[in-house]
């Protein structure tokens, strides 16, 4: 089943972002999160004094569920905007809540949109897979510094982004796929070649870059038991919501040092590690802003948790091939980060990055590594 594109959308952002959104199953994927759900719903009742008689902008409503949550808790005005027809269930759940009078759905994008006032409250659940994929805050940021008064509030208020030496992972099931892929291909050339007379080989090279793109230089969703981390977390990068820029978001360079810390107890004989990817998420706070402070800071995490991970999991960004350290070792390196050229909804990283040993008093610092990967 597919539903037809609003005018409002181009139509390669609604093929590549905008038009999963506009089911109900992909909604319900969401709102089944209870970690994510608990957060949002903790973030607006905890801090109902400050949605008291507010004007409150919910920029990508979605089902409509933050709107519908922040009218209970006393707005006067909600404007929930939603770019896709998801936008007629929100208005329909709105008036099946009794909220109908209160929150008023806007279809549009919401740089496209023109509202009838300023607003003191900015709510928005806008965060992609490592925090920035999917671009949505850069809408976010526009409806900021368009629609947000002087002194409001940005719910959430600050993001942070994470990154952890792990072990374990699907690694070594993606080499495995990609080798059997390039098996495959070497006996579909020759089959094409001795059947139809066409040969094929000269495409060899191009395929083999393209399968290694996919299996080996894509990271993975990932549900990352805390058992599985060699070293304690580094925030790679913060933002506070209500300064960021929607330049500063456009490219990261981030340095980063990861200790190698395992309990003597979780070493492998000899006391190797297998280092075998990096493990990338983030958390985000609603604190309020400095002018209007939350009576009760609420965080939202996607951390590894032994209980399991919220739907948004980790990102996994596994080594071709694994390194063996010690506890004791470093990681030292650089995070790159930008926007896909060829869909700005997608991230492009890379780790630039050395093995780093310390002994006698001197340092053993081992060949670089560089390993990009795209996040889809």
Known sequence: MAFAKPDNIPEGDFANYFCTYGFLYHQKEMLEDQVRM???????????????????????TGSGILAIWAAQAGARKVYAVEATNMAQHARTLCEANGVGDVVEVLQGKIEDLKLPEQVDIIISEWMGYFLLRESM???????????????????????????????????????????????????????????????MSVLDTKFQSEQKQHFLETSSWCDIHPAQMIGNSHVLKEFDLHTVTVEDIAVLDEKFVLPIDVAEDDMSPG????????????????????????????????????????????????????????????????????????????????????????????EYVGPPRHAPYCIE
């Open 137 to 199: 805050l850069d809408s976010v940021l526009v409806a900021r510094d368009k629609w947000l008064k002087p002194g409001g509030a940005m719910y959430p208020s600050s993001a942070r982004m994470f990154l952890a030496p792990i072990r374990g992972g699907n690694q070594q099931q993606k080499a495995r796929d990609f080798q059997d892929s390039l098996k495959g291909w070497k006996e579909f050339v020759q089959v094409t070649s001795a059947n139809y007379g066409v040969d």
């Open 271 to 362: 006391g190797v590690l297998s280092f075998d990817g990096l493990a990338g998420w983030f958390d985000v706070d609603f604190a309020g802003s400095p002018q209007n402070p939350a009576d009760s800071v609420v965080q939202l995490t996607t951390a590894p948790d032994s209980q399991g991970a919220t739907h948004w999991g980790q990102q996994g960004f596994f080594l071709h091939p694994v390194m063996a350290v010690n506890s004791g070792d470093e990681i030292r390196g650089k995070m790159h980060m930008e926007r896909n050229k060829e869909n700005h909804r997608l991230m492009d990283v890379l780790f630039d990055f050395s093995h780093v040993r310390s002994q006698d008093g001197q």
């Open 38 to 60: 608990t957060a949002y719903y903790d973030s607006v009742f905890k801090n109902a004094n400050q949605f008291k008689d507010a004007v409150v902008l919910d920029v990508g």
